[in-house]
């Protein structure tokens, strides 16, 4: 394994790519027409009470997320469902369970891009994933809150680049069923593959009628499963664990033994990489190497 370093120095597809903070939209146009939502419809007092009944629809606590953050995406749910009030929502949702997962998608927004955050990648491709694989058999990687699967087909393409593809286990989770269905069918639009350079696209995407599909190499290397990480943690141990912008939406009371959770759930010098805006409060043994890249190292322990 000692040339994987060797390889990865001569890989040049993402240095020039720069990550946008794209919110993904769920084809808002399908649902029913009616009367559009005002930009400041009014939050009832029940409002919160309609909050703890959606997110018990797709058995998710609401009590563990930010009220103010989930009170400001209410005005976009209504516009998506084209209702002015709760009570309409609630009635709309009771007569139409098809559109509870799109709304819980707007509601917990999956920002992701390919190669998002160009500096984060390199040091993805240039350090930790070489140092893994020199170091380790089998490395296990896990992309939490995956969204579309953007960001785990990244690193897929960065182990297949290198000829390391199918030596690794490659698993990404998100509580919305909806997003895991569009990761596992590895289909985007074009919009998705801006920015890609083109022997990327050519190599690792084929057209189709409504857009691009994965190649079939990199969509049978991934696993993709429903899951909610603030009760199901994937059984390690992990090389490396992607949980960028999820907590940044949840209080600190869930954070902090989601933090420990995944802490213990690294090898020694596994890495753990986040949101710029997140940090592994509580955690004992993760020690900041690079923004937003967080290691295992028992010597950070006081």
């Known amino acids: 394994m000692s040339t994987s370093s060797e390889k990865f120095r001569h890989v040049t597809f993402a240095d020039s790519i720069r990550g946008s903070n794209r919110a993904i939209n769920f084809a808002f146009q399908r649902f029913p027409a009616g009367e559009c939502a005002e930009e400041n419809a009014s939050l009832e007092p029940d409002a919160d009470s309609f909050l703890r009944w959606l997110f018990r629809q797709a058995d998710l606590d609401s009590r563990y997320y930010r009220e103010e953050t989930l009170r400001r ?10 209702v002015n009030s709760v009570p309409q929502a609630r009635v709309l949702l009771r007569q139409n369970p098809a559109l509870l997962a799109p709304v819980l998608s707007v509601m917990l927004i999956g920002v992701t891009s390919f190669f998002r ?7 993805i491709r240039n350090h930790i994933l070489p140092r893994r694989l020199s170091r ?6 896990w992309s939490i809150g995956c969204s579309d699967g953007s960001e785990l087909y990244s690193i897929a393409i960065a182990l297949a680049e290198c000829g390391s593809l199918h030596n690794c286990e490659l698993i990404g989770t998100d509580c919305r069923g909806e997003a895991i269905s569009r990761a596992s069918s590895g289909v985007f639009d074009e919009s998705s593959l801006r920015g890609l350079p083109a022997n990327l696209v050519v190599r690792y995407f084929c057209p189709k009628q409504n857009g691009w599909a994965i190649c079939r190499e990199l969509r049978n290397a991934v696993q993709w499963r429903t899951s909610n990480i603030l009760e199901t943690v994937e059984p390690g141990p992990w090389d490396l664990i992607l949980c960028r912008n999820v907590a940044m939406y949840m209080k600190s009371s869930a954070t902090q033994p989601l933090w420990r959770s995944l802490e213990t759930s690294l090898v020694r010098e596994g890495f753990l990489v986040l949101g710029k805006a997140e940090r592994p409060v509580g955690a004992d043994y993760l020690s900041v190497v690079e923004p937003s890249v967080f290691r295992h190292d028992r010597s950070s322990c006081s």
């Open 117 to 123: 955050d160009a500096n984060v990648f390199a040091y």
């Open 73 to 82: 995406r209410l005005p976009a749910c209504f516009r998506m469902l084209r």
């Open 136 to 141: 380790t058999f089998r490395p296990r990687i």
